[in-house]
């Protein structure tokens, strides 16, 4: 797959979330608390999310390269949007920002082109699952059953929409006006969840308590990436050292690496089941507005 040592530490994190996943869906099925298969679904949905994301679908040029925003002096990385890569020339051009702010902006922009590719896995879902569910003939209580499974995915669409449409708009500004010095969060996921979290159905009491712990969670996530550079750091010398012949130079950053390596593997982990956790109490919060 040619992945570097962060986006391999990632994979794993993905891959263990999805086993734990599958594995809680089997007890539910054994139980038969899954007969409408939207679990099922949603299952097959992430797995897919997760084969495009690393490039192991089949398709060309299909991965998410997650680097820095500059490699020798050019981006590692296309936006795959013509408005996207037109906010980004702008914003790299305006001299608003410093390097690191353009650092982050980046990453901004890479999360924004991941949930749009994850809308579109998602719609195409949901249009084959329409197109079998117009073919059958005779209605029954399992058609009934399709078509709220249907109304769910449907419903999922829209909210990913909406949070798509906000993060352009937050692009938009941002690219525009340069970062705002007294904006609460800086991580693009912990932003979504403010934003999406400030239209559901929470009280004062539960929004606030929400906003500590996303102030938490994006501890944990600055964490995460603090690991992902010493990582990227220790995997370039542990290739310069196997070129010296140095045997206990070589062991000790073998060490090092592996150390490194294990503690981003547990760090991506905890970041992605917080933030599964996360959504799916804003997700509950924004279907009960609708109710």
């Given at each position: 797959?040619?992945?570097?040592?962060?986006?391999?530490a990632?994979?794993?994190?993905?891959?263990?979330?999805?086993?734990?996943d599958?594995?809680?869906w089997?007890?539910l099925?054994?139980?038969?608390?899954?007969?409408?298969?939207?679990?099922?679904?949603?299952?097959?949905?992430?797995?897919n999310?997760?084969m495009?994301?690393y490039?192991?679908?089949?398709?060309?040029?299909?991965?998410l390269?997650d680097?820095n925003?500059?490699?020798?002096?050019?981006?590692s990385d296309?936006?795959?949007?013509?408005?996207l890569?037109?906010?980004?020339?702008?914003?790299k051009?305006s001299g608003?920002f410093?390097?690191?702010?353009?650092?982050?902006l980046?990453?901004?922009?890479?999360?924004?082109?991941?949930?749009?590719?994850?809308?579109n896995?998602?719609?195409?879902?949901?249009s084959?699952?329409e197109?079998?569910?117009k073919?059958v003939?005779?209605?029954s209580?399992?058609?009934?059953?399709?078509?709220?499974v249907?109304?769910n995915?449907h419903?999922?669409?829209?909210?990913?929409?909406?949070?798509?449409?906000?993060g352009?708009?937050?692009?938009?500004?941002?690219?525009h006006?340069?970062?705002d010095t007294?904006?609460?969060?800086?991580?693009?996921?912990?932003?979504d969840?403010?934003?999406?979290?400030?239209?559901?159905n929470?009280t004062?009491k539960?929004?606030?308590?929400?906003r500590?712990?996303l102030?938490?969670f994006?501890?944990?996530?600055?964490?995460?990436?603090?690991?992902?550079?010493?990582l990227?750091i220790?995997?370039?010398?542990?290739?310069?050292v196997?070129g010296?012949g140095?045997?206990?130079?070589?062991?000790?950053?073998?060490?090092k690496?592996?150390?490194?390596?294990?503690?981003?593997?547990e760090?991506?982990?905890?970041?992605?089941?917080?933030?599964?956790?996360l959504?799916?109490?804003?997700?509950?919060?924004?279907?009960?507005?609708?109710?």
């Open positions: 797959l040619h992945l570097s040592a962060v986006k391999l990632e994979l794993h994190s993905d891959l263990k979330i999805q086993e734990k599958e594995l809680s089997k007890k099925k054994a139980e038969g608390l899954d007969e409408d298969g939207e679990k099922e679904a949603k299952l097959r949905r992430n797995l999310v997760i495009t994301k490039g192991m679908n089949g398709k060309k040029d299909s991965q390269v680097t925003y500059i490699k020798d002096g050019t981006e296309t936006l795959d949007d013509p408005r890569e037109k906010l980004w020339s702008k914003a051009t608003k410093s390097d690191e702010e353009l650092d982050k980046w990453r901004e922009f890479k999360h924004h082109k991941e949930k749009i590719r994850e809308y896995i998602l719609l195409e879902t949901v084959r699952t197109d079998i569910h073919n003939i005779n209605p209580e399992e058609n009934l059953v399709k078509e709220e249907l109304h995915k419903r999922e669409l829209k909210e990913k929409l909406r949070s798509i449409n906000q352009f708009e937050r692009l938009r500004k941002v690219s006006q340069g970062y007294t904006s609460e969060f800086e991580e693009p996921r912990v932003i969840l403010w934003d999406m979290a400030k239209s559901a929470f004062e539960e929004l606030e308590s929400f500590e712990e102030k938490h994006e501890a944990k996530i600055e964490k995460h990436h603090h690991y992902q550079k010493q990227e220790s995997h370039q010398k542990l290739k310069h196997e010296t140095d045997k206990d130079h070589l062991n000790r950053n073998k060490e690496y592996a150390m490194l390596q294990e503690k981003t593997k760090l991506g982990y905890k970041v992605k089941k917080h933030l599964q956790d959504s799916s109490r804003i997700s509950q919060g924004l279907h009960h507005n609708e109710l």
